[in-house]
């Protein structure tokens, strides 16, 4: 089966994130990869907006972990960034956040490699070639 992707600038990447995050259905588990810069965070604004988050999204600047009230139950954004690998995920409380019935984004998931719940989706980003102002999009 063919892999979705589309090239998308920043107000079409955020115009995606809401759009997956209104059909998103909840509780969920949502991974996302892709260099720095690539658009994670920004994505994952988009989609804990269009799930009714009462907070703004920050970037994880020093929390790991932040949790998000929304109408459809919390939004937990997890940033494994800081993380060397899976034997730091119970510092974080990861299998906390694993039952939890909310929508977990996860950035960085290649930190907890191994540690994934199964039926995830995995959404990745990179940088285009050439065109500074796109990023492809594939899931």
């Known amino acids: 089966m063919p892999v979705p992707v ?3 600038d920043e107000v079409a990447l955020v115009r995606w994130g809401e759009e997956f995050g209104r059909a998103l259905g909840a509780p969920a588990f949502v991974t996302l990869s892709g260099d720095l810069g ?8 988009a989609i804990a907006h269009a799930m009714g988050a009462t907070q703004a999204v920050t970037s994880q600047s ?3 972990v932040s949790e998000y009230p929304s109408p ?7 940033d494994l960034y800081r993380l060397r690998g899976p034997a730091e995920l119970p510092q974080i409380g990861w299998d ?6 909310a929508t977990v984004l996860v950035e960085w998931p290649d930190r907890a490699e191994g540690f994934l719940p ?3 989706v995995a ?3 990179e940088h285009v070639d050439g065109r500074p102002d796109l ?3 594939t899931w």
């Open 6 to 8: 589309a090239d998308l």
């Open 38 to 45: 690539a658009g994670k965070t920004t994505l994952v604004r």
């Open 62 to 64: 020093y929390a790991l």
């Open 72 to 78: 459809r139950g919390p939004v937990i954004h997890v």
């Open 96 to 101: 906390d956040i694993l039952r939890a019935p």
């Open 118 to 120: 199964s039926g995830q």
């Open 123 to 125: 959404l990745r980003l």
């Open 135 to 137: 990023r492809r999009l």
